[in-house]
């Protein structure tokens, strides 16, 4: 039998890809199916990223696993048009990953107004 | 093409199949009917994107499904998965399943067709093994293979 050992966690986690945090932003404002996600992630990249529909769900599908997002019971849901929402922890690591944003642009704005001087 | 859609879902794990087919289908659908309307290259172009994205994210939930990871602890966490104690032997053949899908979605990635129908072979062998190490040493697979 062999041991497989357990690696410590990682206190200052990776940044999220891009399609993840998209979908976590578009979460934040409130519950979405994954039509809706697709097209307001559409409006919220300025139409620069289309997510397709196998990209959307292999992203849901590890956020539902990681217990980010959950499946928003809806009084007309049916089983091909189901709901999502942000859980908690969701909207802690959507917080953490903007604030890493915030400061990788001040920090990159000190350095251009450094080239700029 | 929904028809050629839903057939290709099945290269997906039976139980991301049976969690999210269906809503994967009808998404699908609603997609192409909205490019239907925008002319017949807007409408190519949308189809060989999702036959390219579902082939892919196929391969990489299957991956996941092999090595037995969460999703996010490959791609956002960087942890390993929960402690277990196997024998040598699935371990290999979970190893050996892991590799020929690794090489596989490289394969996929740069284009290499012949490389990726190759591995794709040596993959259903590694799996078919592991599922008979998984029989031999009576292990209960908590993510059933497709």
């Known amino acids: ?117 | 093409m929904g028809a050629i859609f839903r057939v290709l879902l099945y290269l997906y794990p039976q139980r991301h199949r049976e969690l999210l087919g269906a809503e994967m289908q009808a998404v699908f659908e609603q997609g192409a009917q909205e490019h239907r309307l925008l002319g017949p290259s807007q409408y190519l172009r949308f189809v060989l994107l999702e036959v390219g994205g579902l082939v892919l994210h196929a391969a990489i939930a299957q991956f996941a499904n092999a090595t037995h990871r969460g999703y996010l602890e490959n791609q956002v966490n960087g942890t390993l998965a929960p402690p277990q104690d196997l024998p040598d032997e699935v371990i290999e053949a979970q190893n050996r399943v892991a590799v020929n899908l690794n090489q596989l979605l490289l394969a996929i990635s740069h284009h290499q067709f012949v490389q990726a129908r190759f591995y794709s072979n040596e993959e259903r062998k590694a799996r078919e093994n592991l599922r008979q190490m998984q029989e031999k040493y009576g292990i209960g697979d908590p993510q059933p293979l497709p």
Do not use: C, N
């Open chain 1, 1 to 117: 039998m062999r041991h497989v050992a357990r690696r410590p966690a990682i206190e200052h986690p990776k940044p999220l890809t891009e399609p993840v945090l998209l979908i976590l932003m578009s979460l934040a404002a409130q519950p979405r199916h994954g039509y809706a996600l697709i097209k307001d992630i559409e409006t919220l990249s300025r139409h620069r990223v289309r997510l397709s529909t196998g990209t959307l769900y292999g992203a849901l599908r590890r956020l539902l696993d990681e217990g980010w997002i959950e499946r928003f019971e809806q009084e007309d849901t049916s089983r091909d048009k189901q709901a999502y929402r942000l859980t908690s922890e969701g909207r802690r690591q959507l917080e953490l990953e903007l604030d890493r944003f915030r400061e990788l642009s001040r920090a990159g704005f000190a350095r251009l107004r450094l080239g700029d001087a």
